[in-house]
């Protein structure tokens, strides 16, 4: 049976990258005898301009058909800001109700780090990252607009529901991570709001006995990311502030290039992503690093159940950052599709032990 994946590319080096984690994972179908049917989707700032379609709602029912959703990047400045990303990003991961955003801090090599001393030992989190609501989700409203007497609100809200499923990912998470470790970041010291995210936590814990837990105000969090990450192991927030972390925490492990996510509700269809934005600058180039979306993709495969292709995948990536032949991962130190061609290379030369 074939696994069908959903492809939207998007903007800037969106398809470039994409291109890339796609020649790997059909690398993977040919080598572990599965197969992949890809439908792509041309929906992006281009296309906007073009048409003024954003998402049309019978390709959005066409995509919630599919296996799994491959995105490239969303984000042009010849559109009106977060005009694109809300109607692509955002509708697929709100009206998906796809609440989980996982967001995995590997270190696989010391010098990949901008932190003096932090190796692999000390940078090996995964953030879970609210997906659904928060400030995202909330109309904005200019009262008085272009007045000195504005005033522009977004409310931060949090459901009890939104709140207890999101913590309870993350526990289940937690207790199969070998440390059993969770933290929980807010800033309840100041958002009054995100109380719920405090009591709500505590409540579930009493269900997982086994797991230790830790509070951070989301500031603190920072702060202890580059002082000592080695305390963080999992750690669960909301959607704004995972957004914040993530960036900070794509640098711990090597930056923008490698940091990827995927979005899930458990037991329906997820949607795999890199963490960096569409970086219209390069895009065309051939400079950007694909590696971000290629580990999109190996979270892809695990989702799909192809596991030994997955791990494949991770240890060949694993092999050729440690082994020095992906030397560095600033742009433009590899062309975008050298890094497709040594995934692969490496791929077809690994063998699970
Ligand atoms: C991310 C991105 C998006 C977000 C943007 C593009 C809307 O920064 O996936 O982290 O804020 O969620
Ligand atoms: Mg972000």
Known sequence: MAHHIAVIAGDGIGPEVVAQGLRVMHAAAGRFGFELDVTEYPYGTEHWIAT????????????????????????????????????????????????????????????????????????????????????YVQKPIFENLGTPSEVASQPMSYTRKGTERIIRYAFDLAMVRPRKHLTLIDKANAVRAQDLYTRVFAEVAEDYPEVDTAHLYVDAACMRMIESPESIDTAVTTNLFGDIVTDLG????????????????????????????????????????????????????????????????????????????????????????????????????????
């Open 52 to 135: 003024e379609e954003i998402l049309p709602d019978d390709s959005f029912a066409e995509i919630q058909q599919a296996d799994a959703i491959l995105l490239g990047a969303i984000g042009d400045p010849r559109a009106p800001v977060g005009l694109i990303e809300r109607g692509i990003i955002g509708r697929l991961r709100w009206d998906l109700d796809l609440y989980v955003n996982l967001r995995p801090i590997k270190l696989l090599d010391e010098r990949f780090c901008p932190l003096k001393g932090k190796g692999p030992a000390e940078i090996d989190m995964v953030i879970v990252r609210e997906n659904t609501e928060d400030a």
């Open 250 to 353: 794509a640098m711990l492990q090597g930056g923008m290039g490698v940091a990827a996510s995927a979005n899930l509700h458990p037991g329906k269809l997820g949607l795999f992503e890199s963490v960096h934005g569409s970086f219209p600058q390069a895009a065309g180039k051939n400079i950007a690093n694909p590696l971000a979306t290629i580990n999109a993709c190996v979270m892809m495969l695990n989702y799909l159940g192809e596991s030994e292709a997955a791990q494949t995948a991770e240890t060949a990536i694993a092999e050729l950052l440690q082994g020095g032949r992906i030397r560095s991962l600033e742009v433009g130190e590899h062309a975008t599709d050298e890094i497709g061609d040594l995934v692969i290379e490496q791929m077809a030369a690994t063998t699970l032990a």
